[in-house]
């Protein structure tokens, strides 16, 4: 317009020193200042899983989200340019430490979920660039424990079992548990031998050589420990079962009663076997008496 002049810079890389002359009159000197932006170039996360998981340790670039076992530790390692400080922003604030000119690293242990953003800064622009990311965590899984249980036919006494457990990560002990009845603070433990892979089958009887008293009622059962060692080794508990070994007057009881029914079975045996007797006799009796048998005798 009329006595108003303009005049663009395209994008400037570098700083541009300028002054203006119009009419054989020259202004002062003018300066534009280009400020360099922090930028983050690339990264990478180095995951550290937990050695109970068995996982190989692995190297993730540029990802925005990751999904990791509970307990990680996860170091950042970032590339950048023209950047003096990295914070990372979650419910606690990280600073990265500048390993050289345009390197930085943090680490920090995950047991939750975390969203979280990465900042680049430098003493011309302060968080300049803020990205988003977020990690998923994993928690492990409680160990899993079947058990199917059966008596023993002859003495009606012993209790057998036959159990499989498993886990995520793997196994670390199986022990039986028991105790008398109205005295749940009197526990005592044997442990139970099982593979510390991720799955194993068990055979056990009670009371087997345990030292149990006579009369007394007992519960029982069977408890799984996983080898999670963020969770302190999460535990699995099976049904209570209740046992009461017979005392000596009972055992005795029990074996007279027995013989007594085997006595009356042999009894019925024997009243079975002269009833055939008798019918026998009646046979042989006819086959004597008549010279030759009809159908119906034969």
């Known amino acids: 317009g009329a006595g108003a002049f303009e005049y663009v810079f395209e994008q400037p890389k570098k700083d541009i020193t300028f002054n203006l002359s119009a ?114 965590v994993v928690r492990d899984e409680y160990p899993e424990l079947n058990l199917k249980s059966r008596i023993d036919s002859l003495d009606q006494q012993s209790l057998y079992f036959f159990g499989q457990a498993n886990d995520d990560y793997g196994l670390s002990k199986l022990q039986l548990v028991y105790y008398p009845s109205d005295n749940d603070k009197d526990k005592q433990y044997e442990p139970i031998q099982i593979s510390k892979s991720t799955f194993s089958e068990f055979i056990s009887a009670f009371p087997n050589d345990l030292n149990i008293k006579e009369g007394i009622a007992y519960d029982l059962y069977f408890e799984v420990f996983d080898n999670d060692a963020v969770g302190k080794n999460k535990s699995t508990k099976s049904t209570v079962f209740t046992y009461r070994k017979r005392t000596k007057e009972e055992e005795e009881q029990k074996q007279l009663q027995e013989q007594n029914e085997t006595i009356q079975d042999l009894n019925k045996s024997l009243e079975k076997f002269d009833k055939q007797q008798k019918e026998l006799e009646e046979l042989s009796k006819t086959q004597k008496e008549k010279s030759e048998l009809n159908f119906n005798d034969k």
């Open 23 to 136: 009419n054989n009159v020259n202004s002062k000197p003018y300066t534009i200042s280009v400020v360099e932006v922090p930028t983050l170039l690339s990264f990478e996360m180095v995951l550290d899983y937990p050695v109970y998981t068995k996982k190989r340790d692995e190297v993730l670039k540029s990802t925005r989200s990751a999904v990791v076992p509970q307990g990680t530790n996860i170091t950042w390692k970032l590339k950048t340019k023209a950047t003096d400080n990295v914070y990372l922003y979650a419910k606690d604030t990280i600073a990265f430490k500048n390993d050289s000119k345009d390197d930085f690293s943090a680490s920090k242990r995950v047991y939750n979920n975390l969203d979280y953003n990465l900042s680049t800064s430098n003493k011309n622009l302060k968080d300049y660039e803020n990205l988003a990311f977020n990690i998923s």
